[in-house]
Nanobody
Framework: VQLQASGGGSVQAGGSLKLSCPAR???????????MAWYRQAPGKQRDMVAQ???????TYEDSVKGRFTISRDNAKRAVYLQMNSLEPEDTAVYYC?????????WGRGTQVTVSS
């Protein structure tokens, strides 16, 4: 199972995007107990986590995106989302979704987000 993130694009600073990552091939019983996260990787930089949600719903965010990004999940649709508001040029990167179940760690193909000033 390979995930595919979507929803990226090019926006001006201050704009919004919502990334989606469907995971319908992960069985529901694993999905609801999984840890979910979004990472990003800018050119020449390492891949860093920007948002995480554990199975109980608790979330953590990288400091630079707090108050602007929101991670969410839809167990019925088996999907994870990242709502990104007030985007800044520094948010430009390839964004990847990551789902960690009890048996496996899944990564998605990234989606490019480009924010122009």
């Amino acid at each position: 199972v390979q995930l595919q993130a979507s929803g990226g694009g090019s926006v001006q600073a201050g704009g919004s995007l919502k990334l989606s990552c469907p995971a319908r091939r992960i069985i529901l019983s694993e999905f609801v107990r999984s840890r979910m996260a979004w990472y990003r990787q800018a050119p020449g930089k390492q891949r860093d986590m920007v948002a995480q949600m554990i199975s109980g719903g608790s979330t953590t965010y990288e400091d630079s995106v707090k108050g602007r990004f929101t991670i969410s999940r839809d167990n019925a649709k088996r999907a994870v989302y990242l709502q990104m508001n007030s985007l800044e040029p520094e948010d430009t990167a390839v964004y990847y979704c990551n789902i960690g179940t009890s048996s496996r760690d899944y990564w998605g193909r990234g989606t490019q987000v480009t924010v122009s000033s």
